[in-house]
């Protein structure tokens, strides 16, 4: 269980597992995530199923390397085996025939933003997508996207590929073109899904957005992942990730989401542990 | 027959100002030689109030003799006959509301030292180099799932392996052992001795499948169709906020939280261990039980400068355990009684900065027997903070009673039962601990498990 059965490098920091795990594998919907451990030590992390193999025996991860947990993530080996995967978890996207479907996927967010975008365009529906990224070397999965996308729009903030510019300025022009949209789902950094928000609110465009608060547990036993909906607090990892755009406080997302910034650094700067850590593999 | 020795045998205890800079447990537990003084000052009445004070019943008095008679392997079979946990129970029963709250010696001094003497002989069996494995019957074939690896679910899964079984425990977290491994500090249960526990169940047989949350990973309904019948004994996890303003700021945990980064992350070991923890200079808790009181320890051991118990109701009312107030307080914690949080206040980052309360008073007994709480009108002050854990109660989590069709749930969440036989509404599936009777105690979780053994028992054998 949990074996790591292929390894791939998407682009200079984020990484693709293959794992193991057929429990899961049967159960996960598109939306959902899974809380894994790679070691001992290790922070528990949560991380979006991205894919399902159609045999129903693994499940693909994409992540990012961004602090010490997810970079030892990064360290292990096809063969290797993540010592604990539970899920899945949260509630999964709601997947019916909405109409004309805008897709959005900002950064890592275009990782789990991809399962909705299949599902959305199994069931019938119209399905734009909008991805983008800094750079073109950091812009991962355009050809899965495209498969089920009706229309892509890509962008870089260097204009190194696509149209120069955010993923959030392909939406506005699309609605400045009149284009009849039933629903926007966008995934990405706090401060991308806030400027979505604001632009599909006075148009009245349903928005669903992913939440990315930190978790321990995810399972609803600790609140870490508290955010507020409607003036309500609701537990991300139970009663989302995924939320109405409009009725979300993204400010205190972000402010949350930089709780542990001075511990982070300390975190990775611990050399001592590292080199053992990365020696003992 | 020699005049009663009216004040306990001392344990020794590591000092106050040292302990706040560890996690190292508090009291060292007893040598043979105090055990055995300690175990003769025992009446051995002939009615044994103790027994009946003991949700278990262990044999009190019976395990006690055989201290105090220096057969201490002995002691420690009569208190498995009865509890799996010995090691645990000594160190965290409320005994002060229990077996010494009712033993003779209490009416006209100190109670016999039961807790200590319980925890003396699961110490001395730890040191004996083998563990005595009783040997399990032969399989019968039948298998049962358990929900939950704390105290209800080890208790159950001994049980019912003893009994022939073939018992498999689905836990959600990584780690089994409930808040025994996740809540409870280290300084008050060390973690290898829960390890030690559970090992003893695996060698009875018992099969523990981590990282498995039921009703996300499998339901009920699923497992139903693997298993002859199931215990759930998920506890009661769900944190409960007060939904004041101000209560997301940063730096304001639930005390699950709080508890479980120390605990089952070792957020204390960071950085050495990755998860990190907010370690302020003063900390409030929001509340008094044995939780708060864990919580505001764990907080001076990170090295709060002032850790504070914010209760709404007086010291009388307190309901936790007599030693954790007492240690609480040898540490320096600071009690404001009568005490309400009413709002938070932040900086321009988010990050809470000050606590606004209000003075409380006593009015008439409440539901619970305890004198309910009034605002005094116009009492409102400040009390400057940088961390918060709000320890105010939990509840069952919905997650198993939300995807399981036909099982009868009350307004509080808790879980159904028929208190005889642990049977929930549903057929085949049985519950006990914190999930049915609300967040209660670890003896009782195993009180209400070995019911539900029993009647499991008898289901699987009629069929
Ligand atoms: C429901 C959900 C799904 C996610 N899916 C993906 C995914 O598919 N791919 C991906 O690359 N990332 C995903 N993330 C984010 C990912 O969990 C974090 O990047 C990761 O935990 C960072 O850990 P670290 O120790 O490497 O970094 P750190 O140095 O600890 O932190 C770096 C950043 O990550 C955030 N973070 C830290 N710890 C946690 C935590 N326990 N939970 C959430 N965020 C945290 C911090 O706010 C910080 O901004 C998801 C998060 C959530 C809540
Ligand atoms: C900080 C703290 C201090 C305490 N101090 C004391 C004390 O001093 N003395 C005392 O007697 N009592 C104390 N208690 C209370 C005592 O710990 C509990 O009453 C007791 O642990 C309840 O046992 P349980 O087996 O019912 O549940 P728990 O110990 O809560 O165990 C339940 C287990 O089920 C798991 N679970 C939950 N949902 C699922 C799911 N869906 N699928 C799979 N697994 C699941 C949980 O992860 C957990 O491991 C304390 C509690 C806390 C929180
Ligand atoms: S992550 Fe703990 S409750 Fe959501």
């Not at chain 1, 892509?152 to 506005?172: P, Q, W």
């Amino acid at each position: 269980m949990n074996r790591i059965l292929k390894k791939q490098v998407l682009a200079p920091g984020i990484k693709l597992f293959n794992v193991e795990n057929k429990d899961i594998a049967e159960k996960v919907l598109p939306g959902q995530f899974v809380v894994i451990r790679a070691y001992e030590q290790g922070e528990r992390i949560p991380l979006t199923v991205a894919d399902v193999d159609k045999n129903k025996k693994f499940i693909t991860l994409i992540f990012q390397e961004v602090g010490q947990s997810t970079f030892y993530f990064g360290s292990l080996k096809e063969g290797d085996e993540i010592s604990d995967v539970a899920g899945p978890l949260g509630k999964p996207s709601e997947i019916e025939c909405f109409g004309t479907c805008v897709c959005i996927g900002g950064g890592i967010g275009i990782a789990p933003v991809y399962p909705v975008i299949k599902a959305l365009k199994n069931k019938g529906n119209k399905v734009i997508s909008i991805i983008g990224a800094r750079t073109e070397e950091l812009l991962i999965l355009e050809k899965e996207v495209k498969q089920f996308s009706d229309e892509l729009y890509i962008t870089t903030d260097d204009a190194s590929y696509g149209k120069e510019g955010r993923v959030s300025n392909e939406l506005s022009r699309l609605i400045k073109e009149g284009m009849k949209i039933d629903r926007v789902i966008a995934i990405g950094p706090g401060i991308m899904m806030k400027t979505i928000a604001e632009i599909t609110e006075p148009c009245k465009i349903k928005t669903i957005v992913s939440l990315n608060p930190i978790m321990v547990d995810g399972t609803g036993m600790c609140g870490a992942c508290r955010v507020e909906v409607g003036g309500e607090t609701k537990f991300a990892c139970v009663d989302g990730p995924e939320f109405d755009a409009h009725l979300v406080n993204f400010d205190l997302l972000m402010k949350r989401q930089r709780m542990y910034t001075i511990e982070e650094k300390e975190s990775l700067g611990s050399l001592e542990k590292n080199k053992k850590l990365f020696k003992s593999k | 027959m020699a005049k009663p020795i009216l004040k306990k045998v001392p344990i020794s205890e590591q000092c106050p100002e040292e302990r706040i800079k560890n996690f190292n447990e508090v009291p060292y537990g007893y040598v043979p030689g105090e055990a055995m003084k300690e175990a003769k000052r025992c009446l051995q009445c002939k009615n044994a109030p103790c027994i009946t004070g003991c949700p278990v019943e262990i044999d009190i008095p019976g395990f006690i003799k055989a201290i105090g008679d220096g057969n201490f392997n002995d002691s420690i079979k009569i208190l498995k006959e009865k509890t799996v946990l010995p090691a645990v129970c000594g160190r965290v029963c409320p005994q002060e509301e229990q077996c010494e709250k009712v033993c003779t010696l209490a009416k006209i001094g100190e109670p016999v030292a039961i807790g200590r003497l319980e925890r003396f002989s699961s110490e001395w069996e730890a040191q004996q180099k083998t563990t005595d494995i009783p040997k399990t019957p032969k399989s019968t074939g039948k298998r049962v799932a358990v929900v939950g690896s704390g105290p209800a679910g080890l208790t159950i899964a001994g049980d019912l392996a003893m009994l022939g079984h073939n018992v498999v425990i689905f836990e959600a977290l990584h780690q089994p052992g409930g808040v025994l491994i996740y809540g409870i500090p280290e300084f008050r249960l060390p973690k290898a001795i829960v390890e030690r526990e559970i090992e003893y169940i695996k060698k009875l047989g018992v099969q523990i499948i981590t990282s498995f949350v039921v009703g996300k990973t499998k339901t009920i309904e699923e497992l139903l169709k693997e298993f002859d019948a199931i215990f759930v004994a998920a506890g009661a996890g769900l944190p409960w906020f007060m939904n004041i303003p101000g209560e997301n700021y940063n730096g304001i945990y639930s005390a699950n939280e709080y508890l479980t980064r120390a605990n089952l992350m070792k957020a204390y070991l960071f950085p050495e261990w990755d998860t990190p923890i907010i370690k302020g200079k003063r900390v409030a808790i929001i509340g008094g039980g044995n939780v708060a009181m864990d919580s505001a320890r764990t907080a001076l051991r990170l090295g709060a400068e002032h850790s504070m118990i914010i209760y709404r109701r007086s010291e009388n009312e307190m309901p936790a355990r007599l030693e954790e107030i007492i240690h609480a307080k040898e540490e320096g914690i600071e009690f404001h009684f009568l005490t309400l949080p009413v709002q938070y206040y932040a900086d321009y980052l988010g990050w809470v900065n000050n606590m606004e309360c209000i003075k409380m008073e006593l009015g008439e007994p409440d539901s619970s027997g305890r004198r309910q709480p009034i605002s005094i009108k116009d009492s409102n002050f400040k009390i400057p903070v940088d961390v918060v854990i709000v320890a105010i109660g939990n509840s069952p989590n919905p997650l198993i009673t939300t995807t399981t069709p036909g099982i009868e749930i009350s307004k509080k969440g808790t879980i159904k039962i028929n208190e005889k036989t642990g049977e929930t509404s549903k057929p085949r599936v049985y519950a006990g601990g914190d999930v049915a009777t609300g967040a209660a105690t670890v003896i009782l979780a195993m009180g209400t498990a070995r019911i539900a053994a029993k009647s499991i028992h008898n289901l699987l054998q009629n069929k």
